[in-house]
């Protein structure tokens, strides 16, 4: 059974930019990542870990979640670590996971930091991102390398840097790993996350609202985003239609009334309802509710600024 994460946008932003730091918490985001590897250059990362802490109750005083993406090399992953795990965190964000070890070592490091600074334990999370064939044929392991992952993100543009291709406007040629991080996931218990097509056409909300919604389809609960404009598109196919939830409420009414005068098997608009379809229906609200709970976390959150 799949842990319910409600984490349906993520917006990455280099936190080494301050007008982007600064308007973070507007923009509805259900999380907010702060980069520390692919948007800031070598010689400006020492600059950019020292704004880290600042930034981090900043960006979440809109409710959202905040992770910090580290960097993979370990020649910067130390200092990203102690410049970033704090009690205003959620969450480390990890590029190019590719081995389990790897994961047990940044777990290591990140309660090891917990402890000294007398953080709860177990309190930051691992979110991994998955960039190379290596990572995904070991996923599997990956994926049970620590209590602390909760969501698995293949990344696209990476991905696709490895294969040695462009990236297409179907995302054919991520259908195959964004399916098996999907499944991995399933199976762990974990949620997954990411697009079955490019992150980078942010002027392009068609496109993107298309390959998110392929990434859906699939079973991914959710997705990074870099402008903010994608952030509502990925708010809005993340979450279930107000139809869909009203259907399911229906569903699950009648049949819980077939179950109580003896029958598993109901007829809800022309479709038959067994056990399956009424499970499916009972996660649906249960999600709706979440989602219901997390909009009213960030609301109050903004309520409180006024």
């Known amino acids: 059974m799949v842990r319910f994460v409600i984490r349906r946008s993520t917006l990455i932003l280099p936190v080494n930019v301050p007008r982007f730091v600064e308007k973070a918490h507007l923009r509805g985001a259900d999380a907010v990542m702060l980069d520390l590897e692919d948007a800031v250059p070598g010689p400006d990362k020492a600059s950019a870990r020292r704004l880290i802490r600042e930034a981090i109750p900043r960006v979440s005083r809109g409710g959202a979640e905040v992770f910090v993406r580290v960097n993979h090399d370990p020649a910067h992953l130390a200092e990203d670590l102690e410049a970033s795990v704090s009690p205003g965190l959620n969450g480390i964000c990890f590029p190019k996971t590719e081995s389990a070890r790897e994961v047990e070592r940044l777990e290591a490091q990140v309660a090891d930091l917990e402890r000294r600074r007398g953080i709860t334990p177990g309190r930051t999370e691992l979110a991994l991102l998955i960039e190379t064939p290596r990572g995904l044929l070991n996923a599997e392991a990956i994926a049970g390398a620590s209590g602390r992952i909760r969501t698995i993100s293949l990344g696209p543009e990476d991905y696709c840097l490895e294969l040695g291709v462009e990236p297409s406007l179907d995302g054919t040629e991520l259908h195959y790993a964004l399916s098996r991080v999907v499944t991995v996931c399933k199976a762990a218990g974990l949620a997954p996350m990411g697009l079955l097509g490019s992150i980078a056409g942010f002027r392009d909300l068609g496109a993107f609202e298309r390959a998110a919604a392929r990434a859906r389809d699939l079973g991914c609960v959710g997705a990074s985003c870099i402008h903010p404009d994608q952030v509502a598109v990925l708010n809005r196919v993340f979450s279930p239609p107000p139809e869909t939830v ?43 509710a979440a989602i219901a709970e997390v909009e009213r976390r960030k609301a109050a959150a903004l309520a409180r600024l006024t």
């Open 246 to 288: 009203e259907r399911a409420g229906r569903t699950v009414d009648m049949f819980e009334t077939g179950l109580r005068n003896g029958t598993a098997s109901v007829s809800v608009d022309g479709a038959m309802v067994d056990t399956p379809v009424y499970r499916r229906a009972q996660r649906i609200l249960e999600q709706a």
